[in-house]
């Protein structure tokens, strides 16, 4: 039996319309090409499916079967195909995405928010997790993709990155802090001051690390801490001085502290990650999109401040401030430090 499925969905345009001539509007067809697949189709099959008259076209007991079947068939076929579509286009299904927890808090919710207006059915899910972690994740194909954020380019071969946007460190501090008197900070006028960062989960400690040692200048003590807050409620109580990525991606600097950036400048990349030679798959790249394609401008939260005094915009606290000011150092409270 050779039936095509051109004819089945001729048979039940026609007996749901009861005319040949708005199946034929309906499909785009003919009138005689419509009837040709009818009668094609009853050869075939080797039944009678239409009683024809002049003015009427009524179903057989043998078309009025086959009409109910078929046509429950050629809807299941047409809802498969429209949601195999839909998923390839990246509309339906389940992103798994990995990223450190302080972005998630900031770019990546926005990221989803994105995805969310852009397509209601997909689902984004975030795992938090270390770097470290994130990588490992997405080498050993437990999630779609990552998000990272590295001081230096990403070594690893397995994987493939793609720059989304790169973000400035600031010293961050009370406005009312003898380095806030300046429109940027040298690294080197840190020295005198116990400092407060975020962890290796955001990767800030080793952008720090390698400022100064491109400056040539010893390391202080640091305390870390997994969260942009904690850092802010510390450097808040006066505690040290806060070293922090600074621009629209990241969380914003407390109403209480001013941020100044850092001479010369210090950088964070922010990456999009997935294995290499592993194409996504389509619902993953179209989230990917939405997280690459809206990278944004830098924050406003330095220029801002910098337009406070923008005389002295490239002002640079050359040296150290001294310390034997009112404003207490971490050493001098007996904040818990470490060495790195």
């Given at each position: 039996?050779?039936?095509?499925?051109?004819?089945?969905?001729?048979?039940?345009?026609?007996?749901?319309?009861?005319?040949?001539?708005?199946?034929?509007?309906?499909?785009?067809?003919?009138?005689?090409?419509?009837?040709?697949?009818?009668?094609?189709?009853?050869?075939?099959?080797?039944?009678?499916?239409?009683?024809?008259?002049?003015?009427?076209?009524q179903?057989?007991?043998?078309?009025?079967?086959?009409?109910?079947?078929?046509?429950?068939?050629?809807?299941?076929?047409?809802?498969?195909?429209?949601?195999?579509?839909?998923?390839?286009?990246?509309?339906?299904?389940?992103?798994?995405?990995?990223?450190?927890?302080?972005?998630s808090?900031?770019?990546?919710?926005?990221?989803?928010?994105?995805?969310?207006?852009?397509?209601?059915?997909?689902?984004?899910?975030?795992?938090?997790?270390?770097?470290?972690?994130?990588?490992?994740?997405?080498?050993?194909?437990?999630?779609?993709?990552?998000?990272?954020?590295?001081?230096?380019?990403?070594?690893?071969?397995?994987?493939?990155?793609?720059?989304?946007?790169?973000t400035?460190?600031?010293?961050?501090?009370?406005?009312?802090?003898?380095?806030?008197?300046?429109?940027?900070?040298?690294?080197?006028?840190?020295?005198?001051?116990?400092?407060?960062?975020?962890?290796?989960?955001?990767?800030?400690?080793?952008?720090?690390?390698?400022?100064?040692?491109?400056?040539?200048?010893?390391?202080?003590?640091?305390?870390?801490?997994?969260?942009?807050?904690?850092?802010?409620?510390?450097?808040?109580?006066?505690?040290?001085?806060?070293?922090?990525?600074?621009d629209?991606?990241?969380?914003?600097?407390?109403e209480?502290?001013?941020?100044?950036?850092?001479?010369?400048?210090?950088?964070?990349?922010?990456?999009?990650?997935?294995?290499?030679?592993?194409?996504?798959?389509?619902?993953a790249?179209?989230?990917?999109?939405?997280f690459?394609?809206?990278?944004?401008?830098?924050?406003?939260?330095?220029?801002?401040?910098?337009?406070?005094?923008?005389?002295?915009?490239?002002?640079?606290?050359?040296?150290?401030?001294?310390?034997?000011?009112?404003?207490?150092?971490?050493?001098?409270?007996?904040?818990?430090?470490?060495?790195?």
């Amino acid at each position: 039996m050779n039936v095509s499925l051109q004819q089945l969905r001729v048979f039940v345009a026609v007996a749901r319309e009861r005319s040949f001539t708005r199946a034929a509007r309906e499909l785009d067809l003919t009138q005689s090409a419509v009837s040709r697949c009818v009668r094609e189709l009853e050869e075939a099959v080797e039944l009678k499916l239409f009683d024809r008259t002049t003015r009427q076209v009524q179903l057989t007991h043998a078309g009025a079967s086959l009409e109910r079947r078929i046509g429950r068939l050629l809807d299941e076929i047409d809802l498969t195909l429209r949601e195999e579509r839909a998923a390839y286009e990246g509309h339906r299904g389940v992103v798994a995405l990995a990223s450190n927890p302080v972005l998630s808090s900031s770019w990546i919710a926005q990221g989803l928010a994105r995805c969310a207006s852009a397509f209601p059915e997909l689902v984004v899910t975030v795992e938090d997790q270390a770097q470290s972690g994130v990588l490992a994740s997405v080498e050993h194909g437990e999630v779609d993709f990552g998000v990272v954020s590295l001081a230096e380019p990403l070594a690893n071969d397995q994987l493939h990155a793609q720059p989304v946007f790169t973000t400035p460190l600031h010293a961050v501090m009370p406005p009312t802090h003898p380095l806030a008197r300046h429109a940027s900070v040298a690294w080197g006028a840190l020295q005198d001051w116990a400092l407060v960062t975020l962890n290796a989960d955001a990767g800030v400690r080793a952008a720090l690390d390698l400022a100064f040692g491109a400056q040539g200048l010893k390391r202080r003590p640091v305390q870390e801490f997994g969260h942009v807050a904690a850092v802010q409620r510390m450097v808040e109580l006066g505690l040290g001085v806060g070293v922090l990525p600074v621009d629209a991606h990241w969380p914003a600097v407390g109403e209480s502290l001013v941020s100044r950036p850092l001479a010369p400048e210090a950088t964070l990349t922010t990456l999009l990650v997935h294995r290499r030679n592993r194409s996504l798959r389509p619902n993953a790249a179209a989230a990917w999109a939405q997280f690459a394609g809206h990278a944004g401008a830098r924050s406003q939260n330095a220029d801002r401040d910098t337009e406070a005094n923008p005389d002295g915009a490239a002002d640079v606290v050359a040296s150290a401030v001294s310390p034997e000011s009112s404003w207490p150092m971490a050493a001098q409270s007996g904040a818990a430090l470490h060495e790195p």
